[in-house]
């Protein structure tokens, strides 16, 4: 059974950066895609970025030039790096594993509170 733990949230003004932590565990990490969502009060949960097997990332147009996917398979773990946080941004934030590219497969978290607030 995939288990995956997130860390690294909390509470920044606005213009500060965050970097979130996923560590997947109960599978083989390097033949899962990972992804980070987020949902926000009221509102269906969104992509915000993904990095495949061959560590190519997608971005969602809201976090394009400040938020940074990446991926270090000798630790089972996936990050994000947030920067210039916006209010926006607030949400729970979710990471997701995907194996083979199969939607059947997908993993979630249990998600970790970003709030952005002066």
């Known amino acids: 059974q995939v288990q995956l733990v997130e860390s690294g949230g909390g509470l920044v003004q606005p213009g500060g950066s965050l970097r979130l932590s996923c560590v997947a565990s109960?599978?083989?990490?390097?033949?899962?895609?990972m992804a980070w969502y987020r949902q926000a009060p009221g509102k269906e949960r969104e992509l915000v970025a993904s990095i495949t097997t061959g560590s190519t990332t997608y971005y969602a147009d809201s976090g394009k030039g400040r938020f940074t996917i990446s991926r270090d398979n000798a630790k089972n773990t996936v990050y994000l790096q947030m920067n210039n946080l916006k209010p926006e941004d607030t949400a729970v934030y979710y990471c997701?594993?995907?194996?083979?590219?199969?939607?059947?497969?997908?993993?979630w978290g249990q998600g970790t509170q970003v709030t952005v607030s002066s």
């Open positions: 109960g599978t083989v990490f390097n033949w899962n895609s």
């Open positions: 997701n594993s995907r194996l083979w590219n199969a939607p059947e497969t997908d993993s």
